[in-house]
């Protein structure tokens, strides 16, 4: 198969790329004006001009609580803790099938396939002990695997200590297969429950070779300093680079001379950082009055630093969460308006946020790429750049995984009357 004429991200020039047998076979820069006379038959794409890069990456979503928004009710306040509690009911409320969860995880994929996600990093909830979202996600990531590339984490929603059998549920989940170790210190009970959390895990992560990935201080609160925890236990046993401190909301709330301190660790650690800035600017400052807070971690000063940072959804239509539809360009947009990102330098290599650091976040780095002898893996959307794709919100017209089609659009031509 072989896509003509496309630009590729990070590089001057248009090119023809070729793949075979789910693997890049050549990729080769055109002469000016050539691109007129090429024949345009048989197994070829022509690109048009359009960009050419690595898929989008989605380092987190809940994809066990995706299209549950409103069920038994919606969340009324917008808080995490109503979310939390929502979630709560409706786990205690209605029948958990794992057909069900299959069907409804299985179309939030479809929607992410559709924005030209193929990467995907799910947290499953491991509080929730009848264990069917994990028995759901983990048959689904193994069907779904020529198609789209699933990691879970075990998610302790209500926590670890402050829950009765807290870590007979990580360690049943984690002999389940799943791909990472999650946490919630900052909703542990106390801090010293918290710390122990952290400590908990990182045993659990090396007994059973997997990663990390914590939700960790979402919240408002100043004190909520987790995140110096997690990163002094990588930086102490080499972990950095398979670690994730998601959402970090209390970064927000820090003052200046804390965060200098704590961004030397956070570089010496090497450990990555998630944001969800559509879900936290919704979720968090919600018990301030005016001047209210973002509740979104410092993203722009993280990146500044050098310290990975990739953007996720979070939820789709969910109890903390009432829109979406898989959409990370929406994501970014958001993410660059709240980080007071659109400067222009900001701007020129913006789906690095969405794209190249999720890749990091999910250690994939070997097969991620548009590089010959790789694993085929790309989307081709509609814009030259990165400028031009999130001013206009560019869909995704072609994505390809391991050389298989996943999802084709056509973009919709307006026809406006003056
Ligand atoms: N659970 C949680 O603790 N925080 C969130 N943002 C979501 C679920 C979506
Ligand atoms: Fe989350």
């Excluded at 024949?39 to 809940?62: C, N, Q, S, W």
């Excluded at 995880?105 to 929730?128: P, S």
């Excluded at 990146?303 to 903390?320: C, E, F, K, V």
């Excluded at 391991?402 to 056509?410: F, L, P, Q, R, Y």
Aim: charged share 25%.
């Amino acid at each position: 198969m072989k896509i003509v004429g496309c630009r590729i991200r990070g590089r001057e020039g248009l090119y023809n790329v070729s793949y075979e047998n789910g693997v890049f076979t050549s990729i080769t820069e055109l002469e000016p004006g050539s691109e007129e006379k090429q024949m345009k038959t048989g197994d070829v794409y022509d690109a048009k001009g359009r960009l050419l890069m690595p898929p989008f990456v989605e380092p987190h979503i809940h994809l066990d609580c995706v299209l549950t928004a409103g069920i038994p009710h919606y969340n009324m306040s917008g808080t995490l803790f109503e979310g939390i509690s929502t979630w709560q009911e409706y786990k205690t409320t209605q029948p958990l099938v794992v057909s069900e969860i299959k069907e409804r995880a299985k179309e939030a994929l479809r929607l992410l396939a559709e924005y030209g996600v193929q990467f995907v990093r799910t947290h499953v909830d491991v509080t929730e002990t009848s264990f069917k979202g994990v028995e759901a996600l983990e048959e689904l990531k193994e069907e779904m695997k020529d198609i789209m590339e699933i990691q879970t984490i075990a998610f302790p929603q209500n926590g670890i200590l402050s829950v009765r059998d807290g870590k007979a549920n990580m360690e049943r989940a984690m002999s389940m297969g799943m791909d990472c170790v999650g946490a919630i210190p900052h909703y542990e009970f106390t801090r010293e429950y918290g710390i122990e959390s952290l400590k908990y895990i990182f045993e659990l992560a090396e007994k059973y070779d997997k990663m990390i990935d914590v939700h960790c201080d979402e919240m408002d609160d100043e004190q909520s300093r987790f995140l110096e925890t997690l990163a002094t236990l990588a930086w102490e046993r080499g972990y950095g680079k398979r670690t994730v401190a998601a959402h970090t909301c209390a970064m927000g709330s820090y003052n200046d001379s804390y965060c200098t301190k704590l961004f030397r660790l956070l570089q010496e650690s090497g450990i990555n950082i998630n944001a969800c800035p559509c879900a936290n600017v919704h979720l968090q400052g919600r018990i301030d009055k005016y001047p209210k807070r973002r509740g979104v971690t410092r993203i722009k000063e993280l990146s500044d630093a050098g310290i990975n940072i990739a953007l996720g959804q979070d939820s789709i239509a969910d109890p903390w969460y009432p829109i979406g539809v898989g959409n990370l360009l929406r994501v970014l947009e958001m993410g660059l308006h709240v980080g007071h990102m659109m400067g222009y330098e900001d701007l020129q290599h913006c789906l690095d946020l969405i794209s190249t650091n999720g890749a990091k976040n999910l250690c994939i780095e070997d097969h991620y790429g548009i590089e010959v002898g790789k694993k085929a893996n790309f989307i081709i959307l509609d814009g030259k750049d990165d400028y031009e794709i999130l001013r206009f919100q560019s869909p995704v017209v072609l994505s390809v995984h391991n050389g298989m089609t996943i999802a084709e659009k056509e973009p919709a031509v307006a026809s406006v009357k003056f």
